[in-house]
């Protein structure tokens, strides 16, 4: 099913352009149960800003409450990221849906309203012409904002018809200041747009001054349009027939620019559109004008319009019906007639059967909820239509409950809970069809709104969502707090629907695991967000059923080879993936407080699997539960298997996730990070801020040591502040009597490795601590005489330093290509799969004797053989980690040339300027791990020390190749804006 398809990109891409493709093609393709457990699982994996941003912008709303409704409704209510929240009012403002207008509005009270935030607010009035932003918009509009907010902020005030001095001044202000031959700003012709909308008679002369002053071509050309259309007015000095002119030059155009607008009198133009409504009706163009007043937003002629006999309200709520669309479609919402109309249930058919915005906009808890009439109830107890019933439902979330009087609340509640019930009643007796889609909307409605815990268990208790499969998850993501009874009951009455679904049999092996794995997460992130602890008695029907359908999932996979071979680990060895039993551990883990030792090493050897052989999205929950284990083991598979992950979304998820963790290990890993390039610097400073002082001594030092790498000036800052506090939190020591002598301080030792490597401030923190030993034993080693002493170990670091540096420039890229598999199979077709000698020999001859290559004093081709067998053989489900400096070199001889016989070149897409100097730089390496190892296995005496100086040299010169690669690398991938992973 092409639908799970999408789901098993998203979870197993390690690549995020691959989990963004897929998310949008789930976000389009959710009109089903599937489709919208889908979008809703997504949300319970974790996901990332820039996912839900994805998903928020890629959903298709509907023009009723929907499961795509209640994500954007979630995401409004719960978020603060500006990204997230941009591409929901994107989204609402590409659909034309109003019905958040409140929600938005409140925006402009909030401390993160961004700018990316206000031009999507911008951007979605001026696609629905919400006029409720007006006020808060035209406050908003500043003219040190940035050009694009600039640029969308005229087309929005244009479109609402907002006029005013303000305004019009920043448009002359920044036309006038354009003054460059180009076009260099995009608000300039936006602003020409407005003032051709706004200015009025006493304008023109500015205006005409302001264009010869003009030098951009666009620029010029476009004033002299809208002069030359405002100049035929004002030849007929802007009397009634140039009013005429202008009235009808806009009726067949679907956007009109209404260029003139302001330059005549209201009072011209409003008789103008007395005449034109008669001569309408006459000459049958009524919705043309109609369309055109209703877009032009001026007060006076929409309320003549209004008063219409013939097209007005009143003839629409008679008979001109067809004219209603015209004006749902340009809501004018300061017009009394309209807005009285709409109010009125003996009109419901007429504003509310075409458009659920209008419901929601104006029927509000006032009018619904009217005690003295009940007017809309008495409707509702007619004909139990469902938009008035979720038109309460989202009155009654929009209020704030602090301002309403409690008992009056609970009574409206309770007769929204009863009008619900009533729906049920009726729809029980009709089609199941029809039943599912009401409880649909019913849940869609209240789902991400301010909702009491009452009225949603009471919904829960009218209508279970065993059959809305998506509400389960969404509801344990966004509902109010449900009492620790109804959700224990709501997770039994789940987990025997999935059990006798089973039993029946009528489902395909991936909606099996798709219906159990969702409710699973549902019940982690219900628990998790409101802290309910499960019951003993839950967690054992959790065991039971996990167990049960794992083992029904395992008779049905008994032939599914390929699954088989997909979870083989690189010895040929089957890994089987077991999604139901893991995610039954990971609940385990995370919910029961009263497990024994020997239940969590079970469930820890599942988790700890699970990291090795579960797809990339749902390991964020594997390391959530890890740090709940806390243990040796759970620690350091995190630190070895996510924390040094490719994916630098996934690692930053990894170290929020250690901040929870008391583990010495964790918190060394975690301080370390802090030096890393790949880290931003809003988490290196909540690490610093954040980081567990169970050994303030031990993370004293470390922060200490931190202090000599250049760091951001905010993550400084951080810093010392951190030295500070933790400083005084350990007691004083008295200082023993200083030594004499002179030592060589670290800052010495920095400045001599800085003079032999210029980009030494990149280096990691473990590189540059082995090359500060190396320095440091170097310098003391020169006072030394004869001694019978041993000097390898300065090899030994230096080599250790150009490991790291290697390993941290080029390993994302080397264990990208090995995982991918396609180099697997190029290996395989040259012998290495089966072990065929002949064609492995003549591979390896083809490499030892390409230039430079041959010049290698006893080039390694065992050394060759043995690491490509171990790729070749390779499967996903167990780490796979090259050996030392060599093996990486080797690594990119074979996969980074330009050039090959093999078809092996250009699989690592490494930055040498051609194939001899990559040859140079293996021959370097391969020189270096010679000559160290040859050292640390026959020492190293003080006669040696020109062989160390030459080692040395080597070494750094290894090292600055690598940071200037490792630059020219992040530099590439930055302008992208991709993953290393999109190019293997």
Not at 414 to 429: D, E, M, W
Not at 494 to 515: P, S
């Amino acid at each position: 099913m092409p639908i799970f398809q999408d789901l098993k990109q998203f979870v197993r891409s390690e690549n995020e352009y691959n989990r963004y493709e897929a998310i949008e093609k789930l976000a389009k393709n959710s009109q089903s149960w599937q489709g919208n457990l889908l979008i809703w699982q997504i949300m319970a994996l974790i996901p990332t800003n820039e996912e839900k941003s994805k998903l928020a912008e890629s959903l298709i709303l509907p023009n009723y409450p929907s499961s795509e409704w209640a994500i954007i409704s979630y995401l409004l209510l719960k978020e603060t990221n500006d990204s997230v929240l941009s591409s929901c009012i994107t989204n609402l403002g590409r659909s034309k849906i109003c019905a958040f207008s409140n929600r938005i509005n409140k925006f402009f009270e909030k401390s993160f309203l961004t700018n990316k935030i206000l031009y999507s607010i911008y951007s979605y009035a001026e696609q629905t012409g919400d006029e409720n932003l007006s006020d808060k918009l035209e406050n908003s509009f500043q003219k040190n904002l940035p050009d694009n907010l600039l640029s969308k902020g005229f087309h929005a005030f244009t479109k609402l018809g907002i006029i005013s001095d303000k305004i019009k001044n920043i448009a002359f202000n920044i036309i006038s200041s354009d003054l460059s031959d180009d076009l260099d700003k995009t608000s300039t012709i936006s602003a020409l747009f407005y003032l051709a909308f706004s200015i009025n008679k006493n304008d023109i002369n500015n205006f005409k001054n302001l264009k010869n002053n003009l030098k951009n071509i666009e620029s010029i050309k476009l004033s002299e349009i809208i002069l030359s259309q405002i100049l035929k007015y004002e030849r007929l000095n802007f009397n009634e027939l140039a009013a005429e002119e202008f009235i009808k030059n806009s009726l067949y155009e679907e956007k009109p620019n209404f260029i003139g607008y302001s330059c005549f009198d209201n009072q011209i133009l409003t008789k103008v559109i007395e005449n034109l409504i008669q001569q309408s009706i006459e000459l049958n163009y009524t919705e043309e004008l109609t369309s055109s007043i209703l877009k032009l937003k001026n007060l006076s002629c929409i309320e003549i319009l209004s008063k219409n006999k013939l097209i007005g309200i009143s003839a629409i709520e008679k008979e001109k019906k067809q004219l209603a669309k015209l004006w749902i479609s340009n809501i004018p919402y300061k017009n009394e007639l309209f807005i009285k109309s709409v109010k009125n249930p003996e009109h419901f058919k007429i504003w509310h059967k075409d458009s659920t915005d209008i419901s929601f906009i104006f029927l509000n808890y006032e009018i619904l909820f009217e005690s003295k009439t009940n007017l809309w109830q008495d409707f509702f107890d007619q004909c139990y239509d469902t938009k008035i019933l979720l038109s309460q439902i989202v009155a009654l979330a929009n209020l704030n409950t602090d301002e309403q009087d409690l008992k009056k609340y609970l009574e409206i509640e309770n007769k929204v809970i009863q009008n619900i019930k009533k729906c049920v009643l009726r729809f029980q007796n009709n089609d199941t069809k029809s039943y599912e889609d009401f409880v649909e909307k019913i849940y869609s409605a209240t789902i991400g709104c301010n909702i009491s815990p009452n009225f949603m268990r009471e919904i829960y208790k009218t209508i279970p969502f065993s059959g809305t499969s998506w509400a389960f998850t969404a509801i344990a993501l966004s509902a109010p707090r449900l009492d620790l009874h109804t959700i224990s009951l709501a997770i039994q009455s789940e987990l025997e629907t999935i059990h006798q679904t089973l039993i029946k049999g009528n489902m395909e092996k991936d909606e099996y695991i798709l219906e159990v794995t969702s409710r699973f997460q549902s019940i982690l992130v219900g628990s998790n967000r409101f802290r309910i602890p499960i019951t003993q008695k839950t967690l054992s029907t959790l065991k039971d059923i996990s167990n049960l359908i794992q083992n029904i999932l395992d008779n049905t996979s008994q032939n599914d080879d390929e699954t088989e071979l997909e979870s083989s680990d690189w010895s040929g060895n089957f890994l089987t993936d077991r999604p139901i039993l893991r995610w039954g551990a990971i609940l385990q883990v995370c919910l029961n407080s009263h497990l024994t030792f020997e239940e969590k090493d079970y469930y820890e050897r599942y988790i700890r699997e699970g990291l090795r052989v579960a797809p990339h999205v749902e390991k964020r929950w594997i390391v959530r539960a890890l740090v709940k284990l806390d243990t040796d083991d759970a620690i350091k598979a995190i630190l070895y298997q996510a924390l040094q992950h490719i994916d630098p979304e996934f690692v930053e998820h990894t170290i929020n996730e250690l901040l929870n963790s008391k583990h010495k290990r964790a918190h060394q890993a975690l301080i370390r990070s802090i030096s890393k390039n790949n880290i931003s610097n809003e988490l290196k400073i909540k690490i610093i801020k954040d980081i567990s002082l169970e050994n303030p001594e031990e993370i004293l030092q470390e922060l200490k040591t931190l202090q000599l790498l250049r760091l951001h000036e905010d993550v400084d800052f951080a810093l010392q502040e951190a030295i500070q506090n933790i400083s005084k939190l350990i007691p004083e020591i008295p200082q023993k009597e200083k030594d004499k002598d002179v030592k060589i301080s670290s800052q010495d030792i920095d400045l001599i490795i800085k003079s032999l490597i210029p980009l030494s401030d990149f280096l990691s923190i473990d590189s540059k601590s082995a090359l500060r030993t190396a320095e440091m034993i170097l310098i003391q080693s020169k006072d030394w005489g004869n001694e019978a002493v041993d000097l390898s170990p300065i090899v030994n670091m230096h080599c250790k330093a150009v490991e790291l540096t290697m390993r941290d420039t080029f390993e994302a890229y080397t264990d990208s290509v090995i995982r991918k598999g396609e180099l697997s199979k190029k290996l395989e077709n040259l012998g290495y799969g089966k072990g065929i000698v002949e064609k492995m020999t003549l591979f390896e001859d083809y490499i030892a004797n390409l230039p430079t290559i041959r010049s290698i004093p006893y080039f390694s081709k065992f050394k060759l053989r043995k690491m490509l067998r171990a790729i070749c053989l390779y499967r996903p489900g167990k780490r796979f980690t090259l050996d030392g400096p060599k093996a990486f070199a080797l690594l990119l001889l074979v996969a980074a040339r330009e050039e090959c016989q093999f078809n092996l070149n250009k699989m690592l897409q490494i930055q040498f300027s051609n194939d001899l100097e990559l040859y140079e730089f293996i021959k370097l390496v391969h020189s270096l791990q010679d000559s160290r190892n040859r050292a640390v296995h026959e020492g190293l005496t003080w006669e040696a020390r020109d062989e160390i100086e030459t080692m040395r040299k080597q070494a750094y010169k290894i090292i600055s190749i690598c940071l200037t690669i490792g630059r020219n690398l992040e530099t590439q991938f930055s302008k992208k804006g991709d993953s290393p992973m999109e190019n293997h």
